[in-house]
Nanobody
C-alpha cells in the first residue's frame, strides 16, 4: 500500500502565501514523479506543478512565476510554495505520485487539501 498525505491548505488573503506539503509512504522503491494538481468547482482537474527524480520541473501556465515546487526524492516528499495567491487559485489541491514498487510503476493520489484565497 502507498499513501499520499497532504498538509498546509487553508484560507489566505489575496497576495498571500501558502506552502503545501505531501509525503508518500508505504512500499516504495523509488519515486519517479511527484506533483500537484488542482480542481475548482465546475472545472476540470489541471496541472499545477510536477518534479521528477532528476529535479526537472513543470508548471501550469496559470501558476508559473508564482509557485515553486521542490522535492526530496530520498524521502518521497514534495512541497509547493505558493506566492502571490489570487482568488482564481481557490481549489482542492491533490498530490500525485508515480512510484516504482516491486511489481512496477503505479500512480497514486492524495485525498486533496482545500486552498481558499479570499479577502
Amino acid at each position: 500500500q502507498v499513501q499520499l498525505v497532504e498538509s498546509g491548505g487553508g484560507l489566505v488573503q489575496p497576495g498571500g502565501s501558502l506552502r503545501l506539503s505531501c509525503a508518500a509512504s508505504g512500499s516504495i522503491f523509488s519515486t519517479y514523479v511527484m506533483g500537484w494538481y488542482r480542481q475548482a468547482p465546475g472545472k476540470q482537474r489541471e496541472l499545477v506543478a510536477t518534479i521528477n527524480s532528476g529535479g526537472s520541473r513543470k508548471y501550469g501556465d496559470s501558476v508559473m512565476g508564482r509557485f515553486t515546487i521542490s522535492g526530496d526524492n530520498a524521502k518521497n516528499t514534495v512541497d509547493l510554495q505558493m506566492n502571490s495567491l489570487k482568488p482564481e487559485d481557490t481549489a482542492v489541491y491533490y498530490c500525485n505520485a508515480l512510484v516504482q514498487r516491486f511489481g512496477g510503476r503505479n500512480e497514486y493520489w492524495g485525498q486533496g487539501t482545500q486552498v481558499t484565497v479570499s479577502s
